[in-house]
Structures are given as C-alpha cells and as structure tokens.
C-alpha cells in the first residue's frame, strides 16, 4: 500500500508593493510584505517505484512541460545528490482553487510546496536556502513560499525579512480580466522609482501609508478593476495585490466581509479568507517523518 501526502499551497496577497527600480535585465526592484491566506489550492504526492513524474489533471492552456508543479518536481530531481539510490518518481494531483493570473501567486505557491514536500517524500535533505534558489529560477515569488513566514520583500522578492503583521479577514474579489504579469511590468505607464522606506518605516512597518504602484496603472488598462475597486472602497480599505486584477479588502470579523459580499454585483467571484503570518504547509511537513 503507497502513501500518499496531503499538501496545501495557499494564496498570498501583497499588503503593499512599490517598485523602486528597474534592473538592467530588465526586471524590477521591489518593495513588498507578503502574507498567505487561509485559502489554498491542495496537492497531493504518492512516491512512485520508477523515476517518473505524472501530474493531474492538467489545466487547461498549460502544457505539463510549463506548468510550475511539474517544473518544479523536475529542477529538484535533476540536483538530488549522486547518493540517492531510490527511483525519484511521483504521482501529483492538484485539486485548483486559486484564480490564475489574478496576482494570489498560486503557481509560484504551487511551485513553493512542491519543493518543500517532495524534498521531504524523497529525504533529499536540501536546507530551505538551497530550496528557495532553485524556486527562484522558476518565479520572483516562489523563494516567499518556500520560507513560508510573512516578510517584507526586496530585490526582485528573493531578500526576505519575516515580519509579524496584523490578520485581518479579507474579501478578496476577482475581475474576470487575466493580466499579465510581465504585460505590466513591461508598460510605459508603470511608476518604478518610489523612494525606498527608510529603517525608521521598516521598523514601524504602518502598512496604511504604503501602496501599490501596479494600482493607477492597471485600473487605467481594466475599467473593470477601476468600476471594482471604486465600488469595494465605498465599504472598507482596498488595494490591488501584485499586478492584478484581484482585489483585497479587509475586514475586523468574517461577519462585516460576508455583508459586503452578499452585495457585490452578481458577475463578481469572490471569497473570504484570513491573513496568516504562516503558511499551512510548515505545520504539514512536520507531519510527514
Ligand atoms: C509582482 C509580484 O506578483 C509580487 O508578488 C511578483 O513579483 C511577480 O512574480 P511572478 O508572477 O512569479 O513573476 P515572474 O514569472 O518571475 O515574472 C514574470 C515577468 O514579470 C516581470 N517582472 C517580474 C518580477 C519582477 N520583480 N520584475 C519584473 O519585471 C518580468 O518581465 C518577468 O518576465
Ligand atoms: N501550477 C500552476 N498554477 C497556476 N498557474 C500556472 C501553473 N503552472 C504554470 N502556470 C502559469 O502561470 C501563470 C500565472 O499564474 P498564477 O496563478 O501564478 O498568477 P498570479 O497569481 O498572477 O501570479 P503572481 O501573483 O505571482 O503574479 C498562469 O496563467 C499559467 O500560465
């Protein structure tokens, strides 16, 4: 009888996010805090007894070559160390919950627990560091999961310092629109040299007095954002998390965010979740010996 492991991969929302530079590779300097959600797609590992790696189902408009679970199997089989003689082999299933491309970082997240598990699964015995650098090569957030604590971010989100923050309940509102990452990241209009927070403001860390430099940008592109993020203002703090489209809005009780909830307008998909300064999956992987 084969085991099979049972694992989260949350959401994240970006509290804040400014861009303070851009690199000549052309990627951006930010500056972020990151926090997980009690919200989560669910991966499942059975080891195999050959060296395969299966993932199902597939999503739709993503190849298993390109998807970040399968990538991420792949890149910590292709380091395992020359001393493991068992087959590294695996059947993934992936029950999806997180809206893709919506800024909720649910394929890096995807990426993040596939790392941390099966270098647990296969005893592999890489240090979260090492995991963390190969997660970097497959996305800017991956390293934030793999360290699973809220942090304020820096660098491209590899520079990571955890921080205690408040966790508030959020409604958390999905526009129908996909936006591209790199689309915004690329855009003429995006602002990208908002002043870094000195010590004193790291230390104070007052989240109301920062912002998203993505926001003004991306309600210009998606009037469906902007009408959104007009409407959720009117009931409680608001903000864009990464480069859209979604929205969170926080909340002192899941009461207050269920009432704001039951009037959104009927096309708006939404969910209510609450900010955790850690990840589900630490606690998990303490289950696995
Ligand atoms: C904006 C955030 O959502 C904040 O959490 C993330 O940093 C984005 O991370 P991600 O979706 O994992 O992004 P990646 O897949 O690494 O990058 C997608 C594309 O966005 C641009 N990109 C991304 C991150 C960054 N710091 N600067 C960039 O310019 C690059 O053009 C890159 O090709
Ligand atoms: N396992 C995966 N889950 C989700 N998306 C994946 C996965 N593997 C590859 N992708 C690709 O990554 C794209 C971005 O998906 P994701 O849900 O991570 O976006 P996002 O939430 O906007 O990310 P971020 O906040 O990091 O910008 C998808 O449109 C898809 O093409």
Redesign the pocket.
């Known amino acids: 009888m084969k085991t099979t492991y049972a694992f989260s991969s949350p959401a ?1 929302i ?1 509290r804040f996010l400014h861009i303070t530079n851009r690199r000549e590779d052309g990627y951006h300097e930010l500056e972020t805090v990151f926090q997980f959600l009690d919200f989560s ?1 669910n991966l499942t590992f059975t080891p195999r007894d050959d060296d395969q790696i299966t993932l199902t189902p597939n ?1 739709p ?2 190849p298993l070559v ?4 399968y ?1 991420a199997a792949q890149s910590l089989k292709n380091r395992a160390p020359s001393t493991i003689i068992q087959p590294l082999g695996v059947d993934i299933s ?1 029950d ?1 919950k ?14 993040a627990t596939t790392l941390l598990a099966l270098n647990r699964i296969w005893n592999l015995g890489f240090e979260l560091e090492t995991l963390a650098n190969i997660g970097l090569a497959l ?3 991956v390293p934030i999961f793999v360290h699973g604590h809220s942090a304020f971010a820096q660098g491209v989100g590899e520079i990571i310092t955890p921080v205690d923050i408040d966790c508030p309940v959020f409604l958390i509102t999905v526009p129908s629109c ?2 591209s ?1 790199a689309s915004i990241f690329q855009h003429p209009n995006l602002p990208r040299c908002t002043a870094k927070l000195t010590k004193q403001q790291r230390m104070k860390m007052d989240l109301r007095t920062c912002h998203n430099d993505c926001e003004n940008l991306v309600a210009n592109l998606y009037p469906e954002v902007a009408k959104l993020m007009a409407w959720l203002l009117e009931y409680a703090p608001s903000r864009l ?3 859209g489209g ?1 929205i969170f809005s926080s909340f002192d009780s899941v009461e207050e965010a269920r009432k704001v909830q039951s009037k959104l307008p009927p096309n708006v998909r939404s969910f209510i979740a609450r900010g955790l300064n850690s990840s589900p999956v630490l606690a998990e992987l303490e289950q696995v010996s």
Do not use: Q
């Open positions: 994240k970006n797609d999503i408009g993503v390109d998807n970040l679970i990538r992936l999806k997180l809206p893709m491309g919506g800024g909720l970082g649910g394929g890096s997240s995807n990426a996305g800017a957030d996909h936006i990452t998390t990464g480069t979604c």
